[in-house]
C-alpha cells in the first residue's frame, strides 16, 4: 500500500525552526513529485511547497519562500521542509502529497496520494 507519513510538527515561538518529514513507502519515490500543503482552521489548503522528480526543481509559496527549504532524502525516502524564522502565520495542519505531475502538487486538484496531516503550531 501507498503510505505517505508526515511527522515533525510541534508547538514552537515565533522566530524558532522546525522541520518536517514525510516519510513514503509503497511505491518507488524516485519517480514521483513530492509536495507540502497546509490548511489553518477556517482557511483554504495552501500549498506550501514542492520538489521535482529529478530534484532540479522546487517550488514555494511566497509567503515561505527565503525561510523554508525542501529537500529530499534518496535513502530515507523522504522528503523534508526545513522551517526557519517561523511566525504565527505560518500554524496550520500540514500535509504531504504525491503525485507524477507538478502542477497538481502545486495546486492540490487531483493529487494522488495525501498524508495524513501534523500540526504545526507558532506563539508569538
Known amino acids: 500500500d501507498v503510505q505517505l507519513q508526515a511527522s515533525g510538527g510541534g508547538l514552537v515561538q515565533s522566530g524558532g525552526s522546525l522541520r518536517l518529514s514525510c516519510a513514503a513507502s509503497g511505491f518507488t519515490f524516485d519517480d514521483w513529485v513530492i509536495g507540502w500543503f497546509r490548511q489553518a482552521p477556517g482557511q483554504e489548503r495552501e500549498a506550501v511547497s514542492c520538489?521535482?522528480?529529478?530534484?532540479?526543481?522546487?517550488y514555494y509559496a511566497d509567503s515561505v519562500k527565503g525561510r523554508f527549504t525542501i529537500s529530499r532524502g534518496f535513502a530515507e525516502n523522504t522528503v523534508y521542509l526545513q522551517m526557519n524564522s517561523l511566525k504565527p502565520e505560518d500554524t496550520a495542519i500540514y500535509y504531504c502529497?504525491?503525485?507524477?505531475?507538478?502542477?497538481?502538487?502545486?495546486?492540490?486538484?487531483?493529487?494522488?496520494?495525501w498524508g495524513k496531516g501534523t500540526q504545526v503550531t507558532v506563539s508569538s
Open positions: 520538489i521535482s522528480r529529478s530534484d532540479r526543481d522546487t
Open positions: 502529497a504525491a503525485d507524477r505531475d507538478i502542477v497538481a502538487v502545486t495546486t492540490g486538484d487531483g493529487v494522488d496520494y
